[in-house]
């Protein structure tokens, strides 16, 4: 439920008449960071929760931490079930995500509707503009 929706269930069945939206909204978002969040560093966080059987069906499928690169990429659990796939397109936010870093999304389209298949977080700002590129 979203906190909307968790303030109506709560007004059904509780008198909560003293309690406020936002109060709702505060604890909402509390007990589901909590869920997710394992560190305070949110790409541990995000990396550890790829990790472990919470992020069902997530499959982490590329790692890059580095002093200079941070790159996580996984799949989705739509990744290898939608079948007939004729149009696949990548996405990517711009200064939009916490931070530094940028989002990347492969996108799938499937019976007219999109669909995300993999993502990849993606952080180069500590690589130096002056240093030689690794060409692996």
């Not at 929706?5 to 960071?33: E, P």
């Not at 305070?40 to 550890?48: F, K, L, Q, R």
Request: charged share 20%; proline share 3%; with cysteine.
């Amino acid at each position: 439920m979203d906190p909307v929706q968790l303030r109506t269930y709560l007004n059904d069945k509780f008198d909560i008449t003293k309690i406020t939206a936002q109060q709702i909204r505060y604890w909402w978002l509390f007990y589901n960071q909590n869920f997710y969040k394992s560190e305070e560093d949110h790409i541990n966080s995000a990396y550890n929760f790829l990790k472990s059987n919470q992020a069902a069906g997530c499959n982490l499928c590329f790692e890059l931490l580095t002093s200079q690169v941070i790159a996580i990429g996984f799949t989705t659990p739509l990744f290898g079930k939608i079948k007939s796939i004729f149009e696949v397109h990548c996405d990517a936010t711009y200064k939009t995500a916490k931070g530094r870093f940028e989002l990347y999304g492969i996108i799938c389209c499937f019976e007219g509707a999109g669909y995300p298949l993999a993502y990849l977080i993606l952080d180069t700002t500590k690589v130096s503009k002056n240093e030689p590129k690794d060409e692996r």
